[in-house]
């Protein structure tokens, strides 16, 4: 059974910073693309950003130079720094994983096929 548990969520001021963590069990992680979407209330979920099995990274475009994705193959596990947090990055966010024959660090929300339940960031001004 494929597990992906995101931790690390909550609340926080303007210009904080945060790292999520997910563990993900039950597959072979060093072999999927990993990804971090989020979604607001109210709005559609977003892409965030995504990690190839070799370390290529995609970054939504709002987001790079402020969030950084990284995966730890010994762990099982990937990991999202935000910095310098803004009140619209208010969302829940959650991990995602790639069927294992694919390669490329998709934006794509419907090239994900294991999903975890998410974790809440909130960022008060």
């Known amino acids: 059974q494929v597990q992906l548990v995101e931790s690390g969520g909550g609340l926080v001021q303007v210009g904080d910073s945060l790292r999520l963590s997910c563990a993900v069990s039950g597959l072979t992680f060093s072999r999927h693309v990993m990804g971090w979407f989020r979604q607001a209330l109210g709005k559609e979920r977003e892409f965030v950003a995504a990690i190839s099995r070799t370390a290529t990274t995609n970054y939504a475009d709002s987001m790079e130079g402020r969030f950084i994705i990284s995966r730890d193959n010994a762990k099982n596990t990937v990991y999202l720094q935000m910095n310098n947090l803004k009140p619209d990055d208010t969302a829940v966010y959650y991990c995602?994983?790639?069927?294992?024959?694919?390669?490329?660090?998709?934006?794509?929300?419907?090239?994900?096929?294991?999903w975890g339940q998410g974790t809440q960031v909130t960022v008060s001004s």
């Open positions: 995602a994983g790639r069927f294992v024959y694919y390669i490329d660090p998709s934006s794509r929300r419907n090239d994900y096929g294991y």
